[in-house]
């Protein structure tokens, strides 16, 4: 069964500095898709990324960034120039490519505190 | 427009009760699933449908009991509450072979 590490339960950076979120899985599959979701305080689920793994190119959206390691099943999500409005909690997440289920698979989630 | 919306946003009753949290979604997309948050924060699968039909059971007390009208319709019943029924659920839809899942904005339930 696949599996999904946040080894960071919180982290903190100063607004405008970088930061980077770590994710590792397993999976003994070869296609499948990665996400990073961010739940603010408010509870909603913001898709903020995704990752083919079939694509070499990390995914970009804006400020956010990934680093997919395919070979060493790492995918941590790199925050460029914080704002006030980036402080939640990150959720890395694992979807199967094949198969009829398309469930995602959480990690633990890491809790992002924003410094003024 | 809501994409995916639930009702209702908190639900706050007694241990014993049976309660009821639907859910919607105007994207056209074909599957619907149901997670779970708890207190810790972690986020669970617990029921999927794809054009009405169960697909997803995961290891759920049979006092859950989803069940989907049509294909934009999950709603979420559950009986006999109990104390460690308290968590946030969640609502979400996608396509089955295509992603993102898109997410409501969760219900809040409460058991005293």
């Known amino acids: 069964a696949q599996t999904v590490t946040q080894s960071q339960p919180e982290m903190s950076v100063q607004e405008a500095e970088t930061v980077t979120l770590s994710c590792t899985y397993d999976t003994s599959e070869s296609d499948y898709y990665l996400f990073w979701y961010k739940q603010p305080p408010s509870r909603q689920m913001i898709l903020v990324i995704r990752q083919e793994a079939y694509k070499q190119q990390n995914a970009t959206e804006n400020r956010f960034s990934v680093n997919f390691q395919k070979a060493a099943k790492s995918f941590s999500l790199k925050i460029s120039d914080s704002q006030l409005g980036d402080a939640a909690m990150y959720f890395c997440?694992?979807?199967?490519?094949?198969?009829?289920?398309?469930?995602?698979?959480f990690g633990q989630g890491t809790t992002l505190q924003v410094k003024p | 427009d809501t994409a995916v919306s639930q009702t209702p946003k908190y639900l706050v009753t007694q241990m014993g009760n049976d309660k009821s949290i639907k859910c919607e979604q105007n994207l056209g997309h074909d599957t619907m699933y149901w997670y779970k948050q708890d207190s810790k924060k972690f986020l669970k699968i617990m029921f999927s449908y794809n054009n009405k039909e169960l697909i997803i059971n995961e290891t759920v007390p049979n006092r859950f009991s989803p069940k989907s009208p049509d294909k934009a319709h999950l709603n979420l019943h559950i009986n006999s509450l109990e104390l460690g029924d308290s968590a946030v659920y969640f609502c979400?839809?996608?396509?089955?072979?295509?992603?993102?899942?898109?997410f409501g904005d969760g219900t809040r339930l409460s058991i005293l």
């Open positions: 997440a694992y979807r199967t490519y094949s198969g009829n289920t398309g469930k995602l698979i």
């Open positions: 979400a839809s996608s396509h089955l072979r295509d992603q993102p899942q898109h």
